[in-house]
């Protein structure tokens, strides 16, 4: 259930508009025209899409414990190269 009230009503009594946005999403009106909406944290998270740390945050490392050299290997030393011996005909 969306609830509408003025900026007036909000600013005369908040504590009674968080208790009404339990139920729902709060419209918050100024000059007659919705310019805020006061809804729960969990829902305001739901809709940002905040679904936790992203992977690369979830992967870093701040502490100075953390810091260590790394040399990756080349691609060369590792993998080799498979040649076709057939070449697939180009349609023209």
């Not at 208790?19 to 006061?38: C, K, M, S």
């Not at 190269?81 to 349609?91: A, D, I, Q, S, W």
Request: aromatic share 8%.
């Amino acid at each position: 259930m969306v609830t509408m009230i003025s900026g007036r009503e909000f600013n005369q009594n908040p504590v009674e508009a968080t208790r009404v946005a339990e139920q729902g999403p709060v419209i918050v009106t100024d000059h007659g025209e919705p310019a805020f909406v006061l809804i729960r944290y969990d829902a305001y998270r739901r809709l940002a899409g905040d679904r936790g740390p992203s992977f690369l945050n979830a992967l870093r490392q701040d502490e100075p414990e953390a810091d260590f050299d790394f040399t990756p290997q080349r691609i060369a030393d590792i993998a080799q190269p498979r040649f076709c011996t057939k070449r697939p005909k180009l349609n023209q």
